[in-house]
């Protein structure tokens, strides 16, 4: 970024900051004055799916758009913070700024790692050693951010396991632990197709806890193959949605130029225009 760019970008920055500032003081919103650090972790959850979601799109004005309603939670945060007394985002920035510095040597520092694999390990070494100096016991698994999406949770748990060795070396057992999981779920619901059997009130709540168990096993077990693969799990299924929503909409628009509802069509007819919206991919 050159010095009128870098200029620029402050002077945004700092406007935004006053606009926080009004927002949160005496004549402000009265939804905004009366947010905390807890209140806003939905929205700070939500708008980083949302700048996920722009990117599928290949979507880049929604994708600046998005960037700024993420910045607006760190920036709103912030202000939380310096009004507490706690920090302002100028802590935020430097405290990041450090940690940039301190994790990456072998760009400001005369450390030699060559490769993107080993700059990662790199990482986590220093991590680590920045989390022995508290001098208490930290599980590794403790490295994980409890505060994401299960699925991520999942495949955070799954890496840090597999970075000290513990982990399956070929796909094989991979793939052999999802169909056994599947098979424990099979096994629950029974080994008929009778449709009345997956009505969610035919299971008594004990065989519903055990179900739930196997199902939570079996993701964890998709995961694992997603992370065996190097693929992100919660980057799938995001796309996944988003195909899904496409096509249903299609289906939608379909049933709405047609002057008729979703009541006037049977499956079989819904599934045709499910091929529909795939075709046109």
Not at 66 to 71: H, M, P
Not at 259 to 278: G, N, P, R
Request: charged share 35%.
């Amino acid at each position: 970024m050159d010095k009128e760019n870098k200029e620029a970008t402050l002077a945004e920055l700092d406007k935004l900051i006053q606009v926080m500032s009004v927002l949160r003081g005496p004549n402000g919103c009265p939804w905004d004055k009366k947010q905390d650090y807890y209140s806003l972790k939905e929205n700070i959850i939500e708008e980083a799916y949302e700048v996920v979601e722009a990117l599928e799109k290949n979507d880049i004005e929604a994708f600046k758009e998005e960037l700024g309603d993420l910045l607006l939670q760190v920036v709103f945060e912030s202000q939380i913070a310096y009004e507490k007394g706690d920090f302002d985002l100028g802590d935020v920035a430097s405290v990041l700024r450090e940690k940039l510095i301190r994790r990456h040597p072998h760009v400001f520092a005369e450390a030699n790692i060559v490769g993107s694999e080993a700059v990662l390990r790199n990482w986590e070494k220093i991590k680590a050693e920045e989390r022995a100096k508290t001098n208490q016991f930290e599980s590794i698994l403790d490295k994980f951010n409890q505060g994401q999406s299960a699925l991520n949770q999942a495949y955070d748990i799954q890496k840090i396991a597999a970075d000290v060795g513990f982990d399956w070396k070929q796909l094989s057992p991979v793939l052999d632990k999802i169909e056994e999981e599947l098979a424990e779920c099979k096994e629950i619901l029974g080994a008929n197709t009778d449709n009345s059997l997956f009505n969610k009130d035919t299971l008594d709540s004990g065989a519903k806890e055990k179900l739930e168990t196997e199902i939570g096993d079996l993701l964890f077990a998709v995961v694992n193959l997603a992370r065996f693969k190097k693929i992100n799990p919660e980057l799938a299924l995001l796309k996944t949605i988003l195909k899904f929503k496409n096509r249903f909409q299609f289906i939608e628009k379909k049933i709405i130029n047609k002057k008729s509802t979703f009541e006037d069509y049977d499956l079989v007819e819904l599934d045709q225009f499910w091929e529909q919206a795939k075709a046109k991919e």
